[in-house]
């Protein structure tokens, strides 16, 4: 029992880094593994159904609230928690979670949780914006079936590392800021102050917008796949096994380490292959995207500050438009932040291109994840051994 014990530690350590296709053996609990994007998603959907109830039906009618004081404070401050409660939510609900799995307990609540996500969420919205309560009713529970797929399929473990990964290196946020941004910025800035650019940003609609972001987004992927396939594959085939063994001294796998045998690697399945370059992508995906968001940040609020609406007028020949993001009114031109995400976007595809070509790049941004992923190998031979050889026992 206490070896069973063992082994299921050392698979949720796994799960833990990403890795789920490395364990042979079916996720449990998954009503509580998706605890976490349950509340996320139920918190995005409120607090948006707040404010889309009270922005007004019109830009005009938007601008006219935002004239009270009161009022911008409040709105404000929905947008904040929008940004942060979510996550911050999600955040708690997933340490919950890493101890009811140990405990292997948290159901109930987990139920709960559930059923307030199909029940209450869509009376909320239809109490708040008038939205009909039949569709939520269809809509909620389809949320939480794939919520279920992908926890079977081991998604939630992917995304929760990846997350986790992504988090540490944005902390790092003077050096992001200070290897990544000036050379973006010496090459955006001059282009934010050219007339064409705030032109096409004016002249394209915003699903078109979305249609360039999404183009440039899947150049930068498909790069990145291209690349740390090779990445994979040198690794699995460079890094031998004794690597890595004193970072596993410390965690569940130290039961496997005692007799400090070298262990034959076993070749890689498929579907663990494709775990390992989806936990690459993924992260540098993650990374990518917490630096577009701040370009595009920098860029609003640039603009805000640099760019009048004089001026705006005369580049794109008419009076700038209120900015709506998501469906949500911002107290911003349209133009402004149509031209900051095309800024936005285009620095991520320079950003993902650099973090695994240029070797400044790659030693702060790629190299830890890399070394992440010998340390998993190391730890997955061990592991396969252990279950090959308890049949013989």
Known sequence: MADERGVEAVEQWFRRRGLPAVVRGRPAQLLVRIAPAVVFIAG????????????????????RLMESDLFALGYGGLLLGLVVLPGLGSWFTARWVRR?????????????????????????????DDDPVVLGLLIQPAILAGLFAAA????????????????????????????????????????????????????????????????????????????????????????????????LRETPLAGFLADDVAVERLPLTKLERANMVLVLVLTQVLQTFALATLVFVFFVVFGIVAVQHAVIKAWVGHDPAGGTLFGIHLPVPQELLQVSLFIAAFSGLYFAASTVTDPKYRSAFFDPLADHLAVSLVARDRYLAHLLAEPAR
Do not use: H, N
């Open 100 to 128: 009811k799995l140990v405990e292997r307990d948290g159901t109930r609540p987990a139920a709960v949780m559930a059923a307030g996500f199909v029940a209450c969420v869509p009376v909320v919205d239809a109490v708040v």
């Open 44 to 63: 995005w959907q409120v607090l948006t159904t707040l404010l889309s109830a009270v922005d007004g039906e019109t830009d005009a009618d938007f601008d």
């Open 152 to 247: 079977f399929a081991g998604a939630g473990s992917i995304v929760g590392w990846a997350l986790r990964a992504a988090y540490r290196q944005t902390r790092r946020l003077g050096e992001l800021t200070s290897r990544a941004l000036p050379l973006l910025l010496l090459f955006t800035v001059f282009g934010f102050f050219t007339a064409e650019i705030w032109q096409v940003g004016a002249a394209l609609p915003r699903q078109r917008m979305w249609l360039v972001v999404g183009l440039l987004a899947v150049v930068a992927v498909v790069f990145l796949l291209a690349m740390l396939k090779d990445e994979v594959t040198r690794l699995t085939r460079s890094r031998t096994a004794p690597i890595g063994l004193d970072k």
